[in-house]
């Protein structure tokens, strides 16, 4: 039962006090004041022939650093303000591994339980969140004829709390399809990224005279073709790749 402490400093930008106006209406501002964080945290892993039967974690986190919105009524602008949080505690439960359901089938999964709790005081008014969340994933390997693989994979987290942040739920699809080549010494992938365009940060903010809808999306759909040939040493070389290189290997990893 690993267990640990750590201190977290704030960021450079959390601590600037300058307003940074993203548009009219929406800005952000740093607080000088803020102090270190303290973390304490401790973890229970039971495996059994290399398959995570179960992994227990508890966080709990003092004087967190986190961002808050304020109002203004009278100019209709509201900007954000990062400030310590007094407690956030954080129970996760998760189990998954690896199985083989055929020669020519493969798949890993994931399931998790996560208890979010924060505490803290906005303006001198307590605010207190609390939201229990589910996360799922499969990841499923199909081995084909004549060398070829298809992935497919996906990804779902439900309800949960970030910060005053009430998160609703998000996910992704990913595909691909691979071909060996030339004795495996070379590869062929097509790969499509969050499919139907699920993933982003859709969230919600409600207290005192706040209550805003926050809908982010991010440029995670895409298409990549690589190809890749393993050197005499046997390290891979990718000859030709097409799309952003940081999102290679999502779908199907």
């Given at each position: 039962?690993?267990?640990?402490?750590?201190?977290?400093?704030?960021?450079?930008?959390s601590l600037n006090p300058f307003i940074d106006y993203s548009d009219a209406y929406t800005a952000m501002?740093?607080?000088?004041?803020?102090?270190?964080?303290?973390?304490?945290?401790?973890?229970?892993?039971?495996?059994?022939?290399?398959?995570?039967?179960?992994?227990?974690?508890?966080?709990?986190?003092?004087?967190?650093?986190?961002?808050?919105?304020?109002?203004?009524?009278?100019?209709?602008?509201?900007?954000?303000?990062?400030?310590?949080?007094?407690?956030?505690?954080?129970?996760?439960?998760?189990?998954?591994?690896?199985?083989?359901?055929?020669?020519?089938?493969?798949?890993?999964?994931?399931?998790?339980?996560?208890?979010?709790?924060?505490?803290?005081?906005?303006?001198?008014?307590?605010?207190?969140?609390?939201?229990?969340?589910?996360?799922?994933?499969?990841?499923?390997?199909?081995?084909?004829?004549?060398?070829?693989?298809?992935?497919?994979?996906?990804?779902?987290?439900?309800?949960?709390?970030?910060?005053?942040?009430?998160?609703?739920?998000?996910?992704?699809?990913?595909?691909?399809?691979?071909?060996?080549?030339?004795?495996?010494?070379?590869?062929?992938?097509?790969?499509?990224?969050?499919?139907?365009y699920t993933n982003g940060w859709f969230s919600s903010l409600r207290y005192q005279n706040i209550n805003?809808?926050?809908?982010?999306?991010?440029?995670?759909?895409?298409?990549?073709?690589?190809?890749?040939?393993?050197?005499?040493?046997?390290?891979?070389?990718?000859?030709?790749?097409?799309?952003?290189?940081?999102?290679?290997?999502?779908?199907?990893?």
């Open positions: 039962m690993p267990s640990s402490k750590r201190i977290s400093r704030p960021s450079y930008q501002q740093g607080n000088p004041y803020l102090a270190p964080s303290l973390t304490s945290s401790f973890e229970l892993n039971y495996l059994h022939t290399g398959f995570q039967v179960l992994n227990i974690s508890y966080l709990l986190e003092n004087t967190l650093v986190s961002s808050v919105a304020y109002q203004n009524d009278q100019t209709k602008v509201t900007t954000t303000h990062p400030i310590k949080f007094d407690q956030v505690r954080t129970l996760s439960l998760t189990s998954g591994g690896h199985t083989d359901l055929a020669k020519w089938w493969g798949m890993d999964n994931q399931v998790g339980a996560t208890y979010g709790e924060v505490q803290t005081l906005v303006e001198g008014q307590p605010v207190r969140l609390r939201r229990v969340g589910a996360m799922v994933s499969s990841n499923h390997t199909f081995t084909l004829p004549r060398h070829y693989q298809l992935l497919v994979g996906g990804e779902y987290y439900g309800p949960n709390v970030s910060g005053l942040y009430m998160l609703r739920s998000s996910g992704t699809v990913n595909l691909s399809l691979r071909k060996q080549l030339w004795q495996e010494k070379a590869t062929l992938s097509l790969k499509v990224s969050d499919l139907f805003t809808e926050w809908v982010n999306r991010y440029d995670s759909r895409h298409l990549t073709l690589s190809f890749t040939y393993k050197l005499a040493g046997g390290k891979a070389h990718r000859d030709r790749a097409s799309s952003r290189a940081d999102e290679q290997g999502r779908a199907g990893h």
